[in-house]
């Protein structure tokens, strides 16, 4: 974890053009539109339950942000132990929407290929490309798109696992689709920018 010393030596060494360009793209970003406004109280950290995971807090994170440090952002584990529980967002005096920022600043990190964890950006994509088809998260479908198909002894524990799950009914090998996969579709144009037919 950076100090607050090593983040201002690191500031200053970013030019001023590249750090005006982060924080105008940031701000275009979902939950990014008030960037800019953070006091750095604190309270997004001190009420966040996966902080003791993160390299930096979210507070640090809006700092970076605001000091135009993009790719120690993209790169941070920070934006993928966000749990998502909105707390931050509940609690901060600016009104700043951080759990969706997070959720940006993922996409964003799997756009340019910096995340640093395989296995955290291959959950990602996998639950989005499942949750995008099915309208709904399912489990198997989610497993067979995350687990490394190079390691055969993960994956006979994975189908061991599954099929004491399965007979438990624990689990579903059939993916169930939701009824109205119309209505998803146009929320998920509307959430990318796309225009209603």
């Known amino acids: 974890m950076q100090s607050e010393t090593e983040v201002k030596i690191v500031a200053e060494a970013t030019p001023k053009k590249g750090r005006l360009d982060f924080i105008q793209e940031v701000e275009k970003l979902p939950g990014g539109d008030k960037v800019l406004e953070c006091i ?24 970076m942000i605001n000091l135009g440090m993009r790719e120690e952002v993209l790169r941070s584990s920070t934006i993928w ?38 296995t955290k ?44 799950l399965v007979k438990k009914g624990k689990l579903s090998l059939r993916a169930e689709k939701i009824e109205h996969t119309a209505d998803l579709e146009k929320m998920l144009k509307t959430t990318k920018g796309e225009k209603k037919q």
């Open 40 to 63: 750095q109280c604190g309270v997004c950290a001190g009420s966040c339950p996966t902080r003791f995971a993160m390299d930096y807090s979210p507070t640090q994170i809006l700092k």
């Open 81 to 118: 132990e966000c749990s998502s529980c909105h707390t931050c967002a509940a609690r901060c005096p600016r009104g700043i929407e951080i759990t969706t920022l997070m959720m940006s600043l993922k996409n964003l990190s799997l756009k340019e290929n910096l995340a640093k964890s395989e």
């Open 121 to 164: 950006s291959r959950f990602h994509k996998g639950f989005f490309e499942v949750v995008n088809k099915y309208g709904r998260l399912s489990e198997a479908a989610l497993l067979t798109k995350t687990m490394k198909k190079s390691d055969p002894k993960a994956m006979m524990h994975n189908a061991s696992l599954g099929l004491r």
